[in-house]
């Protein structure tokens, strides 16, 4: 209220429906200090939207490896990333992408093959398989 926001932005607390909130987006961007495993990015890849972070915990794993530099960021396999505390390098990561739209796709893309095939409900649920298995033969 201070910042006079209040009719732009909503803070809505925990959902149970991430689709529904991450469809009406076009670009999801993760400014954190810190982030343990960001399931903020692991659900906007999941929705086939592009990212943009601060490199920081594990957001270097799901953003890959970089493939190209730009000003005061990098571009990676599934996302852009920023340094932490680069605020200049950030809104010129944000404006690539904006301006972009075949590079929103191409990381939106790349983003969503990476959460499927390493974050789906399939593939924890055979890992907990075998790990039952695991446990079971000791």
Do not use: W
Not at 4 to 25: C, H, K, T, W
Not at 36 to 47: D, K, N, Q, V
Not at 114 to 121: A, H, I, L, Q
């Amino acid at each position: 209220k201070s910042l006079n926001i209040q009719d732009v932005v909503g803070f809505l607390g925990n959902r149970n429906d991430p689709e529904s909130l991450y469809a009406g987006l076009d670009i999801v961007a993760l400014t954190s200090f810190n982030e343990g495993t960001p399931l903020s990015l692991i659900e906007a890849m999941a929705s086939d939207k592009p990212v943009i972070s601060t490199l920081v915990g594990g957001v270097m794993d799901l953003l890959g490896e970089a493939v190209d530099e730009g000003n005061g960021f990098s571009i990676h396999q599934r996302g852009i990333g920023v340094r932490s505390n680069d605020v200049d390098g950030f809104c010129a990561g944000l404006e690539l992408l904006r301006s972009d739209p075949g590079l929103r796709s191409r990381l939106a893309k790349s983003g969503r093959e990476f959460v499927t095939g390493n974050y789906s409900k399939s593939r924890l649920v055979n890992d907990m398989k075998r790990l039952y298995r695991k446990l079971e033969s000791t």
